[in-house]
């Protein structure tokens, strides 16, 4: 049978959701002109999410899960799911239900009218504090005008893509995953089809602030070389001023004697400032070496404790716990 839509959901601690999550996927799913399978990404979660995830397996065969060893983090788990998933149209979504599965048959109406890539774009965020809308909509434009390709604002991870996209974004081996930016780069036909955002349904956010900052410094450096030379334009800057300054100094000292400004605190100042300067231009270098690192140590992406639903996978495993001796021993059968 060949599937002809996928949906992608990585989960974590979600055991509050699932149920109304599955309940409105499944009804989406039915008036679906196709076959459907919803890949469900458990994130290490240390609630029951997984003994949930099992028993949709049972109750539904449409229904596959994969299980991942730990908590590797939300991106890493959406690049799990796109690896596994087999239809001809892939969905993305959250499992919060901020992302509504009644748009999805809005964005594959894009899709059968011929673009490869359909994301759905935020214009308006219900019941979110001022904080965090005001710092996601200075985020995405900031990144909009320093990012080397064209990045839309206000879009998530929320997208369907196409097949053919899928299979280049599989490819790609890069670590540090942006998804929504790494989509924007690789090109084919994109639209956005808006939408209003939920609140979510149950249970707290899992995507502190500290793991928003994160997100967004991954896909700040992962997609522009600015930093970096903002750090050579404060390292000039501070040239300048510190040979204004000695300058000002030696003037002071020649013709105002008796000035404070002479003394220890001005040299001080600029010693803090420089030191500052300093230490910001190595933070940025490091964020970009750090990425470096993680690259050449070539470590798999993710582990896999678990997995229903995947013929492809459970048979490799098979095989992979089946000794040498007795595979070689097969083959010549």
């Given at each position: 049978?060949?599937?002809?839509?996928?949906?992608?959901?990585p989960?974590?601690?979600?055991?509050?959701?699932?149920?109304?999550?599955?309940?409105?996927?499944?009804a989406?799913?039915?008036?679906?002109?196709?076959?459907?399978e919803l890949i469900?990404?458990?994130?290490?979660?240390?609630?029951?999410?997984?003994?949930?995830?099992?028993?949709?397996?049972?109750?539904?065969?449409?229904?596959?899960?994969?299980?991942?060893?730990?908590?590797f983090?939300?991106?890493?788990?959406?690049?799990?799911?796109?690896?596994f998933?087999?239809?001809?149209?892939?969905?993305?979504?959250?499992?919060?239900?901020?992302?509504?599965?009644?748009?999805?048959?809005?964005?594959?109406?894009?899709?059968?009218?011929?673009?490869?890539?359909?994301?759905?774009q935020?214009?308006?965020?219900?019941?979110?504090?001022?904080?965090?809308?005001?710092?996601?909509?200075?985020f995405?434009?900031?990144?909009?005008?320093?990012a080397?390709?064209?990045?839309?604002?206000?879009?998530?991870?929320?997208?369907?893509?196409?097949?053919?996209?899928v299979?280049?974004?599989?490819?790609?081996?890069?670590?540090?995953?942006?998804?929504?930016?790494?989509?924007?780069?690789?090109?084919?036909?994109?639209?956005?089809?808006?939408?209003?955002?939920?609140?979510?349904?149950?249970?707290?956010?899992k995507?502190?602030?500290?793991?928003?900052?994160?997100?967004?410094?991954?896909?700040?450096?992962?997609?522009?070389?600015?930093?970096?030379?903002?750090?050579?334009?404060?390292?000039?800057f501070?040239?300048?001023?510190?040979?204004?300054?000695?300058?000002?100094?030696?003037?002071?000292?020649?013709?105002?004697?008796?000035?404070?400004?002479?003394?220890?605190?001005?040299?001080?100042?600029?010693?803090?400032?420089?030191?500052?300067?300093?230490?910001?231009?190595?933070?940025?270098?490091?964020?970009?070496?750090?990425?470096?690192?993680?690259?050449?140590k070539?470590?798999?992406?993710?582990?896999?404790?678990e997995?229903?639903?995947?013929?492809?996978?459970?048979?490799?495993?098979?095989?992979?716990?089946?000794?040498?001796e007795?595979?070689?021993?097969?083959?010549e059968?």
């Amino acid at each position: 049978m060949v599937l002809k839509y996928s949906f992608i959901i990585p989960i974590y601690n979600e055991e509050e959701t699932i149920p109304e999550l599955y309940r409105r996927m499944a009804a989406v799913m039915d008036g679906l002109d196709g076959a459907v399978e919803l890949i469900l990404v458990n994130d290490g979660s240390r609630d029951r999410s997984l003994m949930l995830m099992r028993e949709l397996r049972e109750q539904d065969t449409r229904v596959c899960y994969l299980s991942l060893a730990r908590n590797f983090g939300h991106q890493v788990a959406v690049t799990a799911g796109l690896n596994f998933a087999r239809g001809q149209a892939v969905v993305v979504l959250d499992a919060d239900l901020q992302d509504p599965p009644e748009l999805i048959p809005k964005l594959v109406e894009q899709w059968q009218h011929g673009f490869d890539v359909v994301y759905a774009q935020r214009i308006q965020r219900r019941r979110e504090g001022w904080f965090k809308r005001l710092t996601a909509f200075v985020f995405y434009r900031v990144l909009k005008h320093l990012a080397d390709v064209e990045m839309p604002t206000d879009t998530g991870d929320f997208c369907l893509m196409d097949r053919q996209v899928v299979d280049v974004l599989n490819s790609m081996p890069e670590r540090n995953r942006y998804i929504r930016g790494l989509r924007s780069w690789l090109g084919f036909r994109q639209t956005a089809v808006p939408f209003e955002r939920d609140p979510r349904f149950a249970g707290d956010v899992k995507y502190t602030f500290r793991k928003s900052l994160g997100l967004a410094i991954n896909g700040l450096v992962s997609f522009s070389t600015v930093p970096l030379r903002l750090s050579t334009y404060l390292g000039m800057f501070s040239a300048c001023a510190a040979l204004v300054m000695a300058f000002l100094v030696i003037y002071w000292r020649l013709f105002y004697p008796t000035s404070p400004l002479t003394g220890y605190a001005i040299i001080a100042a600029a010693i803090f400032f420089l030191g500052a300067v300093q230490l910001f231009s190595i933070g940025i270098l490091g964020e970009y070496i750090g990425r470096i690192y993680d690259e050449v140590k070539n470590r798999p992406l993710y582990t896999l404790s678990e997995a229903s639903g995947f013929t492809e996978f459970q048979s490799q495993s098979k095989s992979r716990r089946t000794p040498p001796e007795l595979q070689q021993r097969s083959l010549e059968q």
